[in-house]
Nanobody
């Protein structure tokens, strides 16, 4: 099992940028499809982005396409989420997650009792 820990959250004004980081421990990190989810107050957790083991394939939910970029560095056991042009509706707790699934689209269906999850980091976008 891979242990995950996020960092980089904070408060930013609309139109600003933040970069989230996630560090993983465990020898199987590079085998995992990794990604990001978020949960806003009073809403269900939703998928944001995923990246395959090599970093050559990515997948985004429609609301963040063109604004967010997911990347990874397997040598450092790191996954990143660069968030640009932030909007108030991006406000949420962001979770790093990973699993040994066949491809990036499969990660979208990951539930909290599957794979590995971090504790979350708060992102607040003010208008």
């Amino acid at each position: 099992q891979v242990q995950l820990a996020e960092s980089g959250g904070g408060e930013v004004q609309a139109g600003g940028s933040l970069r989230l980081s996630c560090v993983g421990s465990g020898r199987t990190f590079s085998e995992y499809v990794m990604g990001w989810f978020r949960q806003a107050p009073g809403k269900e957790r939703e998928f944001v982005a995923a990246i395959n083991w090599s970093g050559g394939n990515t997948y985004y939910t429609n609301s963040v396409k063109g604004r967010f970029t997911v990347s990874r560095d397997n040598a450092k056991n790191m996954v990143y989420l660069q968030m640009n042009s932030l909007k108030p509706e991006d406000t949420a707790v962001y979770y790093c997650a990973g699993a040994n699934v066949p491809g990036v689209t499969y990660l979208r269906a990951l539930t909290p009792d599957q794979g590995s999850w971090g504790q979350g980091t708060q992102v607040t976008v003010s208008s």
